[in-house]
C-alpha cells in the first residue's frame, strides 16, 4: 500500500499474479552490488490479514572491499494472521569481500515467515574462487532463531573440512516460521516432504557435482529449517524452490506458484 526509498534500492513493480489477496514486491539495486562502505537497509511491515512475497530480478553481488563492511540488513514485522515470503536470488560472494548479510523478523501472534537464502562462495566456473575475504551471516527470528556464521577464506577446516562444507561452495537455507502453534499434522506433513525432496536429489543423476548434502529438521514445534550444501548454484536453488512450493501449499493451503519474475 505503501513504498518510500532513499538512495538506488528500490521497490520496481508490485505485482498480484495470485490475484488481490497476495503482492508480489520486487526490490532492485541498479548498481548490481555492493563493495566496502555501502550498506542497504530494507524495512518490512506487513500488516494483518496482508500476504507479502518479495523476490529480486538478480542475483545479490558483494564485490571485492578496500574500504571497510558491506552491508545489506533486513528487518521485517509480521503482524497477527499476515504471512511474508523473504525469497531473494543467491548472493555471490566475490574474493576479497568484506560483507555482512542480515535479516531479523519479529513474527506477531499467529504471523508465518517463509524464507530463503542461498550463498555463493567465489565464482568457481570462471576460475574465481574465494580465495581471501570474509563473509558473516546473520539470521534472526525474535524468540525462536537466531544464527551467526563467520566463513572466512582462510578457514581450510571450515571451507574444505569433512564437519564443516566438505568442499562446498553453495550453501542454502529455507526456513518455515509459525509465530504461534502449529498443527502438528501440518509439522509432520512438512518436515516428511522436505526430506523426500532431498533424499531424490541425493543421487539423482550419477553425477557427484550435481548432488546436494542436505537435511531438515523441526524445532520447537513452530520452526522448520532446511539446509544444503551443492557444487551448483541451480542444483540447491532448484531444491530449495521445490520444497518451498510443498511448504506454500501444506501450511498455508496455498497453489505452488511461483514469482513471473523468476522465470525470465
Not at 537455507?173 to 523426500?196: D, I, N, P, W, Y
Not at 525432496?197 to 546436494?212: E, F, I, K, Q, Y
Not at 532448484?238 to 501444506?250: A, C, Y
Amino acid at each position: 500500500m505503501h513504498s518510500a526509498h532513499h538512495g538506488p534500492l528500490r521497490l520496481l513493480k508490485t505485482l498480484y499474479p495470485e490475484g488481490p489477496c497476495v503482492a508480489h514486491a520486487v526490490l532492485v539495486h541498479p548498481p548490481g552490488g555492493l563493495v566496502g562502505g555501502d550498506r542497504l537497509d530494507v524495512q518490512v511491515d506487513v500488516d494483518s490479514g496482508a500476504h507479502l512475497l518479495v523476490t529480486n530480478p538478480a542475483a545479490t553481488r558483494f564485490y571485492r572491499s578496500v574500504a571497510g563492511v558491506a552491508a545489506q540488513r533486513v528487518t521485517a514485522r509480521v503482524a497477527a494472521g499476515a504471512r511474508l515470503e523473504w525469497l531473494p536470488q543467491e548472493t555471490l560472494a566475490y574474493d576479497g569481500c568484506d560483507a555482512l548479510n542480515r535479516w531479523q523478523v519479529h513474527l506477531e501472534g499467529d504471523a508465518s515467515l517463509m524464507a530463503m537464502e542461498l550463498l555463493v562462495l567465489g565464482l568457481e566456473a570462471s576460475n574465481k574462487p574465494f580465495a581471501s575475504g570474509r563473509f558473516v551471516q546473520q539470521f534472526e527470528i525474535d524468540g525462536l532463531w537466531r544464527e551467526r556464521g563467520v566463513i572466512d577464506a582462510l578457514d581450510a577446516a571450515l571451507l574444505d573440512g569433512p564437519c564443516g562444507l566438505a568442499g562446498h561452495r553453495v550453501l542454502g537455507t529455507l526456513v518455515f516460521a509459525a509465530g504461534g502453534a502449529m498443527q502438528s499434522v501440518a509439522t509432520v506433513a512438512a518436515l516428511e516432504a522436505a526430506r523426500t525432496v532431498l533424499a531424490s536429489n541425493a543421487d539423482a543423476t550419477g553425477d557427484a557435482a550435481r548432488r546436494c548434502l542436505g537435511g531438515a529438521t523441526l524445532l520447537h514445534g513452530r520452526l522448520l529449517v532446511v539446509r544444503v550444501l551443492a557444487h551448483e548454484v541451480e542444483v540447491a536453488m532448484s531444491l530449495l524452490r521445490r520444497v518451498r512450493s510443498l511448504w506454500r501449499e501444506i501450511c498455508w493451503g496455498q497453489a505452488r506458484h511461483e514469482p513471473r519474475i523468476w522465470a525470465s
